[in-house]
C-alpha cells in the first residue's frame, strides 16, 4: 500500500484523501483510533494528576519511589501528569515517535505497580496498554512516515 509520502510528486493528485482512506482502509482506521486514544487519554490522565477527580493518584505510588524522589507525592504526580499530557501531545503530533514515548511510560508505570502489592491487576491493564502503544507505533510507521510534515 502506498502513502502520499511515497508516491511520485507527479501523481499527487492521486493520493487518497483522509476521508477515502478513512473508509477504505481498515489498517488505517485503526492507526486513526488508537492516535485518538493515545492523545485523549494521557492528556486527560495527566489533567486528572492536578484534580484527582478519577481516583487519588498518590495511592498509586511504591512507597519506594516516594522515598527516592524530592518533595512530597502530590508533587510527583503532578510531575507525572506533566509527562503525561506532553506524551499526549507527542502522540498527536508525531505518533511514530509519541507512541514510543508512551510506550516506555508505561513500563515505567507497571514497573511501579508490580513492586506495589495489590496493584496487579492495574499492571496487567496497563500491561495491555502498552501492546496497543506499540501497534500504533507499528502503524505509525506506514501512515506516519520519518520526515513527514505534522497533521492532524
Request: aromatic share 12%.
Amino acid at each position: 500500500m502506498s502513502t502520499s509520502a511515497t508516491l511520485d510528486p507527479r501523481q499527487a493528485h492521486l493520493a487518497p484523501t483522509f476521508a477515502e482512506r478513512l473508509k477504505g482502509d481498515p489498517a488505517y482506521q485503526a492507526y486513526t483510533i488508537m492516535r485518538i486514544a493515545f492523545t485523549v487519554a494521557p492528556i486527560l490522565f495527566g489533567l486528572d494528576k492536578f484534580a484527582n477527580v478519577l481516583v487519588d493518584w498518590e495511592g498509586y505510588l511504591a512507597p519506594w519511589i516516594n522515598e527516592i524522589i524530592p518533595g512530597s507525592a502530590t508533587t510527583a504526580m503532578h510531575l507525572v501528569g506533566i509527562v503525561e499530557i506532553l506524551a499526549g501531545l507527542v502522540v498527536a503530533l508525531k505518533p511514530r515517535y509519541g507512541a514510543y514515548v508512551v510506550a516506555a511510560w508505561l513500563g515505567g508505570i507497571i514497573v511501579d505497580l508490580l513492586t506495589y502489592s495489590g496493584y496487579y491487576d492495574v499492571a496487567l491493564r496497563d500491561f495491555g496498554l502498552l501492546l496497543a502503544a506499540l501497534t500504533l507505533a507499528r502503524l505509525a510507521s506506514i501512515y506516519d512516515p520519518p520526515g513527514t510534515r505534522v497533521s492532524l
